[in-house]
């Protein structure tokens, strides 16, 4: 099993359409087992993969253990949950889904004081902190764990980044998303600054590393790669390119990247996954359909030059799938 968090510190790059679509054509195509853990408290993932009915539902009646819910005994100070939160279907789509929870929001301040307890090698911190790697360690039997994510640098995302093996990161071509990168990377090395000085105070106090699920912790992520999105493309002698108003910031975006790339010790030339160019037309219509762009059919209100968008969708989703599955593999 690999867990992948799907994460940029901008708002509007398209991450959730990118995680469900590219959930669903490993699930489609490849016959991967997909869990999707929807982290964010706005909870878009689990309303674009899940019908409003059935969402609301569960919602509304709390007739199911919630991703919070995972919480509530270490805020008590009683160790971690015995039971895992309630697993969906996603009939459309094709994968499983641990619905998101609004209440999320709320254990930003939880997670944020037992930070500093995690700084001070205090076993509650490390709790805290750590509680979603353990509820991941205890999905074994999924190919796939991709966890949708808000945009910002807080405690809660902080906590989803330490508890993955990797993070994909969808961009977009504009100013914003380009010093988003820069602020994620000053971020990862405040973290894992962090995260070694607490683990070796740990170590000192307790007389042995902190473990998790029976294993050491350690900083652990992996950088899995990016997505170009929603960009105006043009096309020379039958290849796609950015037109020239977006060339000059995806170069910078590059440069960005290198040095992204430096810190994780990846190959730069590895981690380009693939592009997904404007498909605004159908993207509303999957969102109404809850189901992945590429599956999109007449009964889902697609006519005449939908079909053509749908058919393009379907290329990008499963060549990204492909470069996603042998970075990830190996």
Request: hydrophobic letters at 40%; charged letters at 25%.
């Amino acid at each position: 099993m690999k867990s992948i968090a799907f994460f940029n510190n901008k708002g509007g790059v398209g991450k959730t359409t990118l995680l469900c679509n590219l959930a669903a054509s490993l699930s489609i195509a490849q016959k991967k087992k997909v869990l999707v853990i929807d982290a964010d408290p706005q909870c878009n993932a689990s309303a674009y993969l899940l019908p409003d009915k059935q969402l609301e539902e569960i919602l509304l009646t709390n007739g199911h253990q919630s991703i919070d819910s995972f919480y509530d005994p270490v805020r008590k100070g009683e160790g971690y949950a015995a039971g895992i939160p309630t697993i969906f279907r996603s009939e459309r789509f094709e994968v499983d889904v641990i619905v998101g929870d609004p209440k999320l929001s709320i254990r930003e301040d939880l997670l944020a004081t037992d930070w500093a307890a995690t700084r001070n090698g205090e076993h509650r911190g490390f709790q805290t902190t750590f509680a979603l790697r353990e509820l991941i360690s205890r999905l074994q039997d999924y190919d796939y764990i991709m966890v949708d994510m808000g945009p910002s640098l807080g405690a809660l995302n902080r906590s989803v980044l330490l508890a993955v093996d990797y993070f994909l990161m969808p961009l977009s071509v504009d100013i914003f998303s380009m010093m988003a990168v820069s602020n994620i990377l000053k971020s990862f090395k405040n973290w894992k600054f962090s995260l070694e000085g607490a683990l070796a105070r740990y170590d000192a106090e307790e007389g042995h590393s902190y473990k998790a699920r029976g294993a050491d912790v350690s900083w652990e992520l992996q950088f899995a790669g990016y997505v170009m999105q929603q960009y105006t493309a043009k096309k020379k002698e039958g290849v796609r390119q950015a037109v020239d108003a977006f060339e000059n910031i995806i170069s910078k975006q590059k440069q960005e990247l290198e040095e992204l790339c430096r810190f994780f010790g990846c190959d730069s030339s590895d981690v380009n996954l693939g592009e997904v160019p404007t498909l605004s037309s159908v993207v509303p219509l999957s969102q109404q359909a809850h189901a992945p762009i590429f599956d999109l059919g007449a009964k889902d209100g697609i006519v005449g030059s939908h079909y053509i968008r749908v058919e393009e969708a379907g290329g990008f989703y499963h060549a990204i799938a492909e470069k996603f599955s042998q970075r990830i593999d190996g």
